[in-house]
C-alpha cells in the first residue's frame, strides 16, 4: 500500500512568521492529497486539498504545492496565528481510496 | 458536527474481551474507513468500505474485524483484546466520486483495555 512519510514531527514558529510542512508519498497512482488539522481532544478537520492535475492551491493564509515527478507535496501557513496551533496531517490516497496518513506535525505557535 | 456518528464514545473493558465499535456515515456517503490513533501517534489506516464491499485493507490485525451492512453503517470488532489495543478509533466517511473528495471524521471512540 501507499507511504506516506511526513517531516518535521514538531515545528515552533512565532507569531507572524511561516511554516512549512513537507511530505512523500511512494504511489504513483495516488491523486488525491488532502490535509488535515486536528486540535487537542478533537477529530481531524480537512483544511485544504489538492489533486494531481493541480500543482498549487491556495485558501487564504494556507497554500498546498505539488510535485508529481518528485512525489511530494507541501503545506505553506503564512502569517500564522497562535490558533493555528495544532497537529497536522498530510494523507494521500487514490481517487479518494486507500487513504493513508503520514505521522503528523505538532505545530506550535508562539505569540 | 461533521455528520458522522460513532458510538460508544467511549469504552473500557478487559484483556481477552470483545467489543464493536459502530459508526454512521453522513448521509450520502458510501466509503466509510476506519483508523486507529495510539497516544500521541498519528492515524493508522485500518480498512475502507465502499457501498458494502471491502475497498481496501491497511495494517489491520487478524483479531479485528469490520463490515458494511446495506444501509451503510460500519461496524468494527476487535477481539481477544490487549493492553496496546487502547485507542482512540475513528470512523470517516466520503462521497468517494473518482478523484476525491474530502473524508469527514466522526468524533472517535475512546477504546481503554484493562
Known amino acids: 500500500g501507499e507511504n506516506v512519510e511526513q517531516h518535521p514531527s514538531t515545528l515552533s514558529v512565532q507569531e507572524g512568521d511561516s511554516a512549512v510542512i513537507k511530505c512523500t508519498y511512494s504511489?504513483?497512482?495516488?491523486?488525491?492529497f488532502p490535509w488535515y488539522k486536528q486540535e487537542l481532544g478533537k477529530r481531524p478537520q480537512l483544511i485544504i486539498d489538492?489533486?494531481?492535475?493541480?500543482g498549487e492551491k491556495k485558501d487564504q493564509r494556507i497554500a498546498v504545492t505539488l510535485n508529481k515527478t518528485a512525489k511530494h507535496f507541501s503545506l505553506h501557513i503564512t502569517e500564522t496565528q497562535p490558533e493555528d496551533s495544532a497537529v497536522y496531517f498530510c494523507?494521500?490516497?487514490?481517487?479518494?481510496?486507500?487513504?493513508?496518513f503520514g505521522a503528523g506535525t505538532r505545530l506550535t505557535v508562539k505569540p | 458536527d461533521s455528520g458522522v456518528t460513532q458510538t460508544p464514545k467511549h469504552l473500557i473493558t478487559a484483556t481477552g474481551q470483545r467489543v464493536t465499535l459502530r459508526c454512521s456515515p453522513r448521509?450520502?456517503?458510501?466509503?466509510v474507513y476506519w483508523y486507529q490513533q495510539s497516544l500521541d501517534q498519528g492515524l493508522q489506516f485500518l480498512i475502507q468500505?465502499?457501498?458494502?464491499?471491502?475497498?481496501a485493507k491497511g495494517n489491520i490485525l487478524e483479531r479485528f474485524s469490520a463490515q458494511q451492512f446495506p444501509d451503510l453503517h460500519s461496524e468494527l470488532n476487535l477481539s481477544s483484546l490487549e493492553l496496546g489495543d487502547s485507542a482512540l478509533y475513528f470512523c470517516?466517511?466520503?462521497?468517494?466520486?473518482?478523484?476525491?473528495?474530502?473524508?469527514?471524521f466522526g468524533q472517535g471512540t475512546r477504546l481503554t483495555v484493562v
Open positions: 470517516a466517511s466520503s462521497v468517494a466520486w473518482q478523484g476525491g473528495t474530502e473524508a469527514f
Open positions: 504511489d504513483s497512482a495516488s491523486n488525491y
Open positions: 489538492i489533486r494531481s492535475n493541480v
Open positions: 494523507a494521500a490516497s487514490i481517487g479518494g481510496d486507500d487513504m493513508r
Open positions: 448521509s450520502g456517503d458510501l466509503s
Open positions: 468500505y465502499y457501498n458494502g464491499e471491502e475497498r
